[in-house]
């Protein structure tokens, strides 16, 4: 069995799918953004595509399989899961519409949809990224959140309680759409703002899978720490939930709802809500898998064996059923650990200690050392990764804020060179 994978060259998760197909049997072969005239630089025969060109680098995928299809597949990221719809569709694969993986990654086009479907959506509006933040902020009704339309993992994502804090965060998110690593993407998303009303209220995430229109969630995971703003970085995921049955049945029962008004159909889907008085608030169904190295704070029981979430997509991705397959039933959790300030990483100290603590099952440093380090809104990396795992979620959360404690990062500040003259 064949499962072609798309993703960038910088993404996480591909080693872990590469570990997932080898204890299956089945060949990865990867598609990802890389150069096209370098001789398979990364020794791993990967097909170089172009995320902002479908229809070439849909060709492309196609001949290099020749009259041998796939027989799945696979995204890692929210760009790669568009290329991978049309790709399935040019196999004749199970896989989402090409329009319904692009409205899933556009923010403007799923609140259109959210909204026509009559789920519950803030009031918003959206506007040219070049336009007069001055002139936008006279008449708005505060608070709210500026977004841009097809960033992901909160990156861009600020809140404004009033006129000039508006003004601010929408310069700062012009002049991070215009920071060449985004307009490299070469994608029309960036042209546009998304401005729309605070939405309080508790956060989740949920992970699933979608089998012919079918929503089956994996999880609801807590996010314990309020993100109320004023930029809305996300670090502890626990599961299970906390939150009481109903509503965890409406998390879910939303979820699909949005799904559906999105036109997704099968694969991978990880979603993000926000539940208040008023309701479940769908923020996003993403058609692709939890991000970075978080999947691995979910595992799966197959015929009596510990499997991972890779695993698990591989396996519907190829058509196996997964009726014989369930989450473990240990509560688990990772923080995902913020950079504090811009500056140059040195390194990390109590590493030990926090791996020693009850319940931590790792502690991933991802950050590299002498590497200049940017927080969010603008950066879009952590310093690494915590996972743990126990009896109830909330001893899961006390270990890791008790291992992130122990951990004392060196960050020397970014001083800025002034050229003089």
């Known amino acids: 069995m064949t499962v072609l994978l798309l993703a960038t060259t910088t ?3 591909i080693r872990s799918f590469s570990d997932a197909a080898r204890a299956l049997d089945v060949r990865l072969v990867f598609g990802s953004d890389r150069c096209d005239h370098l001789d398979d630089p990364w020794r791993d025969a990967a097909i170089p595509v172009r995320f902002h060109d479908l229809a070439g680098s849909t ?3 196609v001949e290099a399989f020749g009259g041998t299809p796939p027989d799945g597949v696979l995204a890692v ?3 790669p899961s568009v ?7 040019a196999f004749g ?3 989402n519409p090409p329009d319904a993986a692009a409205r899933s990654r556009n923010k403007r086009a799923a609140r259109e949809a959210f909204q026509a479907a009559g789920l519950p959506t803030p009031e918003y509006r ?8 001055r002139a936008l902020a006279d008449g708005q009704s505060y608070p709210v959140v500026v977004k841009p339309l097809g960033l992901s993992g909160s990156r861009g994502v600020m809140r404004a309680d009033n006129a000039a804090s508006f003004v601010a965060v929408f310069t700062r998110l012009r002049r991070l759409l215009g920071s060449i690593d985004i307009r490299l993407e070469r994608d029309q998303l960036h042209d546009a703002v998304l401005i729309e009303a ?6 989740f995430a949920v992970e699933g899978v979608l089998t012919a229109g079918a929503f089956s969630p994996f999880a609801i995971f807590d996010k314990p720490d309020p993100l109320d703003g004023p930029f809305f970085e996300e670090t502890i995921y626990v599961t299970p939930s906390r939150a009481d049955e109903h509503t965890q049945r409406s998390i879910v029962t939303s979820v699909a709802a949005a799904a559906r008004a999105l036109g997704l159909v099968h694969g991978p889907v990880h979603a993000e809500c926000r539940v208040n008085d008023q309701g479940v608030y769908v923020l996003e169904v993403a058609a692709r898998p939890i991000g970075g190295l978080c999947s691995r704070a979910l595992r799966f029981m197959h015929r009596g064996k510990t499997v991972s979430l890779e695993e698990v997509l591989l396996r519907h991705a190829i058509g196996d059923p997964l009726d014989d397959t369930g989450r473990e039933l240990r509560a688990s959790g990772v923080m995902m650990i913020p950079i504090p300030h811009r500056g140059v990483f040195r ?10 603590l009850a319940l931590i099952e790792a502690v991933h440093i991802t950050a590299k050392a002498d590497t200049l380090l940017t927080p969010l809104p603008e950066g879009r990396s952590y310093l690494g990764f915590i996972f743990a795992a126990g009896d109830t979620p909330d001893a899961v959360e006390q270990a890791l804020r008790a291992a992130h404690r122990q951990l004392v990062f060196r960050i020397d500040r970014d001083v800025p060179i002034v050229v003089p003259g």
């Open 11 to 13: 993404g996480y998760q």
């Open 59 to 61: 060709r492309r995928i």
């Open 77 to 79: 990221g929210d760009r």
């Open 83 to 89: 290329l991978a719809a049309h790709a399935a569709e």
């Open 93 to 95: 694969l199970p896989g």
């Open 126 to 133: 959206h506007v040219p990224v070049e336009s007069d933040a």
């Open 198 to 203: 605070f939405i309080p209220g508790r956060e």
């Open 347 to 356: 390194g990390v100290d109590g590493e030990e200690l926090a791996r020693g």
